[in-house]
T-cell receptor, first 112, second 112 residues
């Protein structure tokens, strides 16, 4: 089984809809991250969480919110989706004492 | 803003040849990491080099870091068709080494 899983893997939605992307991990890591990737670009950090009670905004948090339901679960919400939020979204985890991040398989989101 | 910037954007080589990718970054770092991404999939960590290191090897990978020039290079020796992927550098900074800032990536094609 994959250590970092994301659901759904693909999602098509309409402008104005609320959508939630979910991430679960079995690695036991405290730190979790949400990134988005646009074609031809690198990953940009949306939100990150050091533990259940510690959530922080990243570089591009506008239009997004997150929830850390448990150590193993970190959800990303788009309250009112817009077309320029069409992208590939990745969840990642890391240990407190290490710098390496472990990525999920990604969610491809299309907003029409 | 993008911290890591890779060069070239795309590279095509024959199997067995060496592939070299370069990365430049803008601010002080704790370490620099390289990740690989197969088409549309999650990123996989390849190698990490700390700011006080100049060179590091892992299998067919060789990474160098020049902090005076704020640059790094990734060399893949004796390339294989399976090395075909996009390669990203990620500059790690911030207290606690949590923040990775990714470049736009180099797309490597290895022709059998």
């Amino acid at each position: 089984d994959a250590d970092v899983t994301q659901t759904p893997r693909n999602r098509i939605t309409k402008t104005g809809k609320r959508i939630m992307l979910e991430c679960s991990q079995t690695k036991g890591h405290d730190r979790m991250y949400w990134y988005r990737q646009d074609p031809g670009l690198g990953l940009r950090l949306i939100y990150y969480s050091f533990d259940v009670k510690d959530i922080n905004k990243g570089e591009i948090s506008d239009g997004y919110s997150v929830s850390r339901q448990a150590q193993a679960k970190f959800s990303l919400s788009l309250e009112s989706a817009i077309p320029n939020q069409t992208a590939l979204y990745f969840c990642a985890t890391s240990e407190v004492t290490a710098d390496t991040q472990y990525f999920g398989p990604g969610t491809r989101l299309t907003v029409l | 803003s993008q911290q890591g910037e890779e060069d070239p954007q795309a590279l095509s080589i024959q199997e067995g040849e060496n592939a070299t990718m370069n990365c430049s970054y803008k601010t002080s770092i704790n370490n620099l990491q390289w990740y690989r991404q197969n088409s549309g999939r999650g990123l996989v960590h390849l190698i990490l080099i700390r700011s006080n290191e100049r060179e590091k090897h892992s299998g067919r990978l060789r990474v160098t870091l020049d902090t005076s020039k704020k640059s790094s290079s990734l060399l893949i020796t004796a390339s294989r068709a399976a090395d075909t992927a996009s390669y990203f550098c990620a500059a790690c900074s911030g207290a606690g080494s949590y923040q990775l800032t990714f470049g736009k990536g180099t797309k490597l094609s290895v022709i059998p």
